[in-house]
């Protein structure tokens, strides 16, 4: 038991060496620069403008059509009535009803939504915001109409606090078709149009 201490000091004098520690007892100062990778350097501090910068499809955006594909479109700063969910989704849903702007029909944007199609938010409740249309499949072609619905489900989860979108006409519930071919009368997520979405891209907002 009494050699322990021996081997004790001999592992750690190794253990000192392997870590280049000088053998003989001397502290020697290192320079930042001879410490490999950069370690010695004070970490970025991130700038304000970096920090504020939002990711690409970040915020409402608005779904118009281009080359058959549903690609967002930032809603534009004027227009905007209140904070509150069900204004920001009305804001939403008064832009996507009036269509893409002159610039953006110059850009190639349409809609699959006719003209006579007029959207409202009637409610929202536990994420599902429930939207009055009228119009919808008059003058539409059967394959047209999941791009239709398409373009109201992704704009309108695109609205803080809405997750799920249900389309109501004349106060009943509509039963909505899907890119599948399927239908259903129950709430749609932004994912059972994701692919209808075309590549991401960015598009000034008007």
Request: net charge negative; charged share 20%; glycine share 14%.
């Amino acid at each position: 038991m009494r050699a322990r201490g021996p081997l004790v000091a001999l592992a750690a004098a190794a253990v000192l060496a392997a870590c280049g520690a000088p053998s003989n007892g001397q502290v020697r100062e290192i320079g930042p620069t001879d410490v490999p990778y950069g370690l010695m350097e004070p970490a970025p501090v991130p700038s304000a403008d970096s920090s504020a910068t939002a990711a690409p499809g970040d915020g409402p955006r608005v779904y118009f059509l281009q080359d058959d594909r549903l690609l967002a479109v930032p809603l534009g700063r004027g227009g905007t009535a209140g904070t509150g969910t069900p204004a920001r989704l009305g804001d939403l849903l008064d832009r996507l009803s009036a269509g893409p702007g002159q610039q953006e029909r110059a850009d190639g944007l349409s809609s699959a939504l006719g003209p006579d199609v007029r959207l409202s938010a009637v409610d929202v409740a536990d994420g599902t915001a429930r939207v009055s249309v009228e119009g919808l499949a008059q003058n539409i072609a059967a394959d047209r109409l999941p791009l239709a619905v398409g373009q109201v489900v992704l704009t309108a989860t695109t609205a803080p606090g809405v997750l799920s979108v249900q389309l109501l006409r004349d106060g009943e519930v509509l039963e909505v078709p899907l890119p599948g071919g399927e239908r259903t009368a129950g709430p749609v997520t932004a994912g059972d149009y994701a692919a209808l979405v075309g590549p991401e891209r960015q598009v000034p907002a008007s």
